[in-house]
């Protein structure tokens, strides 16, 4: 029997709403089959037989380590390094303009940073515009463990720097074992913190010259994407950008920002 016949409606209405209560993503039913194939490892990983008891085991665990595991089977963690670079040509414009009108401070969040190669992407940025002789600090923060875990180390495979322009390579990375590993002086520059972005308010005092909140409301119904924006937009100075996804929107948000380019926002 497959795992696709073994979850029935109910079921998956207990998953759906597990999920967009944990972790604020909504599984339609258009996206039942997708889903029961993708959590058929972790119900062998766990030696659980059906979707109910896995269900149960996730709600059990304190820690939320399973949480996590189901996050990452349902979710698709794209990211790369200049991943859609014209949202970091718009903040390198705004930071060169800063620093020449003398702004000698700058705090940046990476909100969904998953492996911290957007957070390294913007220290990289940072220190060739010199900003980062000056007082920088970037915050990485996701909801995913492994992820952050990715993202302190600072190590990646020459496939994940393939973008990463070769004089900047030469310039910030280093060999180590069978990958590159980010200069020190930038991974210092970056704070990585577990966040669950859909559990507002947020702990972080900001405000902040920039937020990267890409290619993360995707996966969110209208309520949960309006309280993330909220949230975000609280700790956001006046005059800084905010950042969506290319395959984002705010329409049919409230918000206070007007459009700089597509996809790149002023507070």
Request: charged share 20%; glycine share 6%; with cysteine.
């Amino acid at each position: 029997m497959t795992i696709q016949e073994m979850i029935d409606p109910a079921d998956y209405r207990s998953l759906s709403e597990l999920v967009y209560d944990r972790i604020g993503i909504a599984l339609g039913p258009s996206r039942q089959s997708m889903v029961s194939s993708r959590i058929a490892k972790r119900l062998r990983a766990t030696q659980t037989t059906t979707v109910r008891a896995y269900l149960d085991l996730v709600k059990a665990d304190k820690q939320g380590e399973e949480l996590m595991h189901l996050l990452d089977a349902i979710t698709t963690n794209t990211t790369s390094f200049f991943r859609e670079p014209a949202a970091f040509a718009a903040l390198d414009e705004d930071v060169r303009a800063r620093l020449s009108s003398g702004q000698r401070q700058f705090r940046i969040w990476s909100a969904a940073a998953s492996t911290g190669m957007e957070a390294y992407t913007i220290a990289m940025l940072l220190a060739e515009n010199g900003a980062t002789a000056r007082d920088c600090a970037i915050l990485a923060t996701d909801i995913s463990t492994r992820a952050l875990a990715a993202c302190r180390a600072g190590t990646y495979t020459a496939e994940a720097l393939a973008p990463v322009p070769p004089k900047m390579l030469a310039r910030w990375f280093a060999r180590e074992g069978d990958g590159m590993r980010i200069h020190a002086s930038l991974r210092a520059l970056v704070t990585a913190n577990r966040l669950n972005l859909v559990k507002p308010p947020y702990p972080m005092r900001g405000p902040f010259d920039a937020i990267f909140c890409r290619n993360v409301m995707i996966y969110f119904d209208l309520p949960v994407r309006q309280r993330l924006v909220s949230a975000c937009l609280a700790l956001l100075r006046p005059g800084g950008l905010f950042l969506i996804g290319a395959a984002e929107s705010l329409y049919g948000l409230d918000h206070p920002l007007s459009t700089v380019r597509p996809s790149v926002y002023r507070r």
